[in-house]
């Protein structure tokens, strides 16, 4: 490889020379699966650095191995070679206990099934990662009706998710998300399940987030979300490739 | 916040939770019941041999008290012979027998004790007066609802009848002068208590001496076990039996019921492992997709673990409440049934509740709790997040 191309391939992957330090950063990050006898390879290789306020999207078609990158990502999955660091922190090696902790800290995930505790009242689920970082009751009773306020639910704070709409849940689990005020925040699909109207009200809520100074990595399908990016990353067959 | 979702959770599906607490509470109160039957006929037992402080018996070499119809001749030499020991302050000679009382055209048959009433352990006086006087009788409920008599009446009795000839041996008028309670009778028993003279009289001329049982009072700073060696050296012919002796006695004769007990305890405690295992394994299972989501978020193993054998101890206590009330109920219920066995002091009691039964079953019931959530919550917590959610999501 001459250096010319060495250089816009990292410039590509978001690597440049005169960037601030990169909040994430992965190497030759590679994940493999065991498939009965077989190994099927969903990351083969990704290198990419991503700069602290950035929003990003990650998109390709199914299979591509984006989740498996987004989990790696989030510290909910281990690499079989190559390492992915946070905030300079490899977090590829850590052992149970060091990630969970980690991914209380510094890492904020939003799923496609939003994923919210039923028995919860909306407030109650925003206030969960808060009360696992041991925040005192008052303090995170108060954050939480913050973070309902940020994504319009100020009003629905008593509700249970049986109660709200798709959208209505998916803005309450970004609020949740936010609740520890972390690093990254993570969104798997996002607007995957919800109508183009709630969807869109969806990519504005990322783009106000990102705006305010949140790091935000998306992985979808949806164009409307990927295009409300700063940089697109394209994956093929476990790979990153020019979009 | 883990109290909060635990309760969240038992609430989410609230007729599962209460038929599970309820089928804990059945198997709570079996429990509570077998730990009471294990431990109450043994110690109601001894309340009872205690409860006139006498802590020494004698008896017919070789028998138990009133075990059989054999009686210790030369009473008033083994009272003599005992009254030379500085350790024993008190000796009650009781003499055991059959009474029979005509009234109208039929005969009322009743057990009798001669005793000393100024020493007496064996009854207590509910109305009337002692039978001090050597032509005084007392009598329980049994013995007057039978015979129609009451205090102040005049009855002709006799230790002797032949029921061909309707002729009665060994007769006298005695005069009732009170209701009493024997502490050692039979449900429904007829029985009555006069002076120890007055039935050795009575018996004729081979009961003029005789004692069934010697009850003896040790001096509280004396060994009780130095005065039983001390009497059976003494008095050979006698056997001696301390409280210790009577229990390890009752002991042996109580082991299959203890067995029975301690089998039945255990089938009902693993019964009540299993429901409250069954249901938080199917809770988890259900929940598996919002643990691993818990896990993503940062909610540590620990505290998942947690969060579930807070439900299954909440389960268990639950239960273990409610059975702790079932079971004293039931307890009380077959307690009765229990109690008019024949030929046992209706004292006795089978399932006699002590605190201690109580925490015991409560301490098994929330280890079993512990035990129940343990298991299926470690496991949802240790799955691999990742894959978990992937799984969740196709299903």
Known sequence: MTLAREKAVFSWAGYDDEAPPPVVEARDLARDYPFGAERVHALRGVTFAITEGEYIAIAGPSGCGKSTLLNLIGVIDHPTRGEVCIRGQNVGGMRDREATAFRLRNIGFVFQRFYLMPTLSARENVELPMAEAGIARVERAARARELLSYVGLEARERHRPAQLSGGEQQRVAIARALANRPAILLADEPTGELDAKTGAEIIGLFGRLNADGTTVIVVTHDEDLASSAHRKIHMRDGVIVPG | ?395
């Open chain 2, 1 to 395: 916040m883990r109290f909060t979702l635990a309760w969240a959770s038992l609430r989410r599906h609230g007729t599962r939770t209460l038929l599970a607490i309820l089928g804990v509470a059945v198997a709570a109160a079996m429990l509570l019941d077998m730990v009471m039957m294990s431990t109450g006929m043994r110690e109601s037992f001894r309340e009872l041999l205690l409860s006139r402080g006498y802590q020494l018996r004698l008896a017919p070499k070789g028998t138990l008290p009133f075990d059989t119809d054999a009686t210790m001749e030369s009473a008033s030499r083994i009272t003599a012979t005992l009254r030379t020991n500085p350790s024993i302050v008190t000796v009650s000679a009781v003499l055991g027998g059959t009474i029979h009382v005509p009234t109208g055209n039929r005969v009322v048959t009743s057990a009798a004790l001669g005793v000393d009433p100024a020493v007496q352990g064996d009854y207590e006086l509910l109305s009337g007066r002692d039978p001090v006087g050597s032509n005084s009788i007392a009598a329980n409920d049994e013995f007057l609802a039978a015979t129609g008599a009451t205090t102040g009446d005049t009855l002709d009795v006799a230790t002797g009848y032949d029921p061909q000839l309707r002729t009665y041996a060994g007769s006298m008028r005695l005069v009732l002068t009170g209701r009493v309670r024997f502490l050692y009778g039979a449900a429904n028993q007829l029985a009555t208590v006069m002076r120890l003279e007055t039935l050795q009289k009575m018996g004729g001329a081979d009961r003029t001496d005789d004692a069934s049982l010697f009850m003896i009072r040790v001096r509280t700073d004396a060994e009780v076990e130095a005065a039983r060696a001390w009497v059976e050296l003494n008095i050979p012919d006698v056997s001696a039996i301390s409280t210790a002796t009577a229990l390890a006695e009752v002991d042996k004769r109580l082991r299959y019921f203890r067995q029975l007990a301690v089998i039945l305890g255990t089938v009902s405690l693993f019964v009540g492992f299993l429901l409250v295992t069954t249901l938080v394994t199917v809770s988890v299972n259900e929940r598996i997709g919002e643990i691993a989501v818990m896990r993503a978020l940062g909610v540590s193993k620990k505290h998942v673990v947690q969060q579930i054998v807070i439900e299954g101890v909440a389960i268990s206590l639950a239960g273990a409440i409610g059975g702790l009330a079932l079971g004293l109920v039931t307890a009380k219920y077959l307690n009765g049934i229990l109690s008019s066995f024949p030929g046992l002091p209706s004292a006795i009691d089978f399932f006699l509740f002590q605190p201690k039964s109580a925490w015991t079953a409560l301490g098994l019931l929330t280890i079993s709790g512990i035990a129940a959530g343990v298991y299926p919550s470690f496991r949802a917590a240790s799955l691999p997040i990742a894959t978990t959610l992937r799984e969740d999501a196709i299903a």
